[in-house]
């Protein structure tokens, strides 16, 4: 049998055509056959490539040289762009990246599903592709004597210093600026990951519905130093601050944020509004970080769950309940199923702010829960799902299937997952009829997709 060598070296120059982007914004050519990621090369383009990596079945490399330009490639907006790996598609114009995120959708459906025939929709784009995330999460480190709050540079964890971040609404950069200088100021020391040492790891910002911002200092240690001086210096800088907590994360791990969060000044929460429905948020909630984008998604699931006021629906991993009280204002009772017990106490305390009567929470793995509502007499006629980036486990996709509901909608946060789930849904007798991609992320390479499913009769 022969043993077949990469067509490259690594240090190598090629010249390639792009042909497609990967699912992380990359371009993808082919070189003697041989696949080729390129990040910030475009479809259409040719570049000269330097090889920076080779494995067993494709190679890396970064541009030398742009041949021939693509007509959607654009100036990105951001100064640290090309540094910063928080935005994979600031290059590609908003149109094209709309286009490639369908793209994407389509190619998973046809490779991975084997539904080349399902018809996807347009991409449903941003009215404003700046500016929209809600919450910011910055890890916090020093170089050369200075302290710098940013993202993580691509592939590393060397933080790129980010004082105007064109993704995060503006009052989550007036967060990064005003910590940077108060722990400048007050030489509190930062973290060190290598020798885990040190106090401060990340800052969290949120902002909520009339520009009210919560500051969550994220330590390594129970005490936060100089803290009567740390909410005096906030709340001088940032006068629209109604929240200022410190979260306690002591273990050496690449989580973000520990268990334990203390109040240190202000409010406990700070409230954010999707449609009609008002939300509790506090450090630690899950919500989704583009307002606007999330009530169009979500109101496309409430569109395809074809809701008259009859029916009784099943949301199978409805996290803080956003998404089943949207369902709630259209359904007759609505059951979220959740396994995070703290979510569920968010989602009933959700419900109980929008006086919202007919959604019952119930804590529990949706393998378990769906069969006993089921021997309960609890007939679904929807169930919606929206699972984390991995899918469904074939174990649930068969206990939604077993209870027959007439439509399933199902709300995905990656193409392929989505793409494996309806293939099985398929063979369990539920024919995908809708595919609507929603871009949640602009200037990333992540899309949205909601499906609509219903059982062949």
Known sequence: MKNHQPPLKKGQVIELRVDRLGVSGEGVGRFEGFTVFVPYALPGERVKAGVTDVKKTYATAKIEELLTASADRVKPACAIYDKCGGCQLQHLSYAAQLKAKRQQVIDALT???????????????????????????????????????????????????TKNCLIQREGNNEIVNAVREVVTKLNISVYDEDKHRGVLRHVVGRVGEHGEQMVCLVTATPNLPHEKDVIRMIRRSLPHVVSIQQNIQTYRNNVIMGRETKLLWGSPTITDRLGNLSFHISPRSFFQVNTHQAETLYNKALEFAGLTGRETVIDAYCGTGTITLFLAQKARKVYGIEIVKPAILDAQKNARDNHVKNAEFIVGDATAVMPRLYKQGIRPDVVVVDPPRAGCTPVVLETFADMEP?????????????????????????EAQKVQPVDMFPMTSHVETVVLMTREK
């Open 406 to 430: 007439d439509r399933i909608v199902y709300v995905s946060c990656n193409p392929a997952s989505l793409a494996r789930d309806l293939a099985i849904l398929k063979t369990l007798g539920y």
């Open 111 to 161: 490779h991975i599903g084997k539904l080349p025939d399902l018809f996807v929709e347009e991409t449903i784009g941003a009215k404003d592709p700046w500016n929209y995330r809600n919450k910011m999460q910055f890890p916090v480190g020093r170089e050369k004597g200075r302290t710098v709050i940013g993202c993580f540079a691509q592939g590393s964890h060397d933080i790129i210093d």
